[in-house]
T-cell receptor, first 115, second 114 residues
Framework: AQRVTQPEKLLSVFKGAPVELKCNYS??????LFWYVQYSRQRLQLLLRHISRESIKGFTADLNKGETSFHLKKPFAQEEDSAMYYC?????????????????FGQGTILTVHP | DSGVTQTPKHLITATGQRVTLRCSPRSGDLSVYWYQQSLDQGLQFLIQ???????AKGNILERFSAQQFPDLHSELNLSSLELGDSALYFC?????????????FGPGTRLTVL
């Protein structure tokens, strides 16, 4: 069974401080991992995905298969980064080997960046 | 709005009743996903349709059912409602089935069962 764990429900930092949102996963195959973000009064949206190896809004995330982790990091947090962050895993295949793309989400971390 | 749309925004009903939530995917997206978000369970995958066919099922109760119509919009039917069904129900869509595809989420329907 696939599982995503975000150990911190709440995370508070000051503006300019580094921030790391933790995500650990459990999956028997080769996972595709994502970070989704939900800003206040906005819909859930993709922040970044493992496969793209990109940096979005200064955030990066590295997949560590040995530690089964996909932590989200930003060296200097900004007030506009305050939001709910979800780590998600996509996986799961039918007998024919077709992936469906359904997402398994962690419980989410509310990040608050103080001025 | 060319994004995912969901109606209604809010729904208040009584236990034992039946409701239908509607979702229109982004133009061109063939895959529709339904998720339930509650305080205790978080965001949970319910069911997925691709081009009219059911493709994956998650933690969806037997009292719940869904379908995707030829115009690709989808409906989630919830029946014999219980207090515990109160939640935010999200619909998402993506272009195809691939696991690395970005899913685009709708604003959600907040269901309150009294």
């Amino acid at each position: 069974a696939q599982r995503v764990t975000q150990p911190e429900k709440l995370l508070s930092v000051f503006k300019g401080a580094p921030v790391e949102l933790k995500c650990n996963y459990s999956y028997s195959g080769s996972p595709e991992l994502f970070w989704y973000v939900q800003y206040s009064r906005q819909r859930l949206q993709l922040l970044l995905r493992h496969i793209s190896r990109e940096s979005i809004k200064g955030f990066t995330a590295d997949l560590n298969k040995g530690e089964t982790s996909f932590h989200l990091k930003k060296p200097f947090a900004q007030e506009e980064d305050s939001a709910m962050y979800y780590c998600a895993l996509s996986g799961g295949f039918n007998a024919g080997g077709t992936s469906y793309g359904k997402l398994t989400f962690g419980q989410g971390t509310i990040l608050t960046v103080h001025p | 709005d060319s994004g995912v749309t969901q109606t209604p925004k809010h729904l208040i009903t009584a236990t034992g009743q039946r409701v239908t939530l509607r979702c229109s995917p982004r133009s061109g997206d063939l895959s529709v996903y339904w998720y339930q978000q509650s305080l205790d369970q978080g965001l949970q995958f319910l069911i997925q349709y691709y081009n009219g066919e059911e493709r994956a099922k998650g933690n969806i109760l037997e009292r719940f059912s869904a379908q995707q119509f030829p115009d690709l919009h989808s409906e989630l039917n919830l029946s014999s409602l219980e207090l515990g069904d109160s939640a935010l129900y999200f619909c998402a869509s993506s272009v195809e089935l691939a696991e690395y595809n970005e899913q685009f989420f709708g604003p959600g329907t907040r269901l309150t069962v009294l």
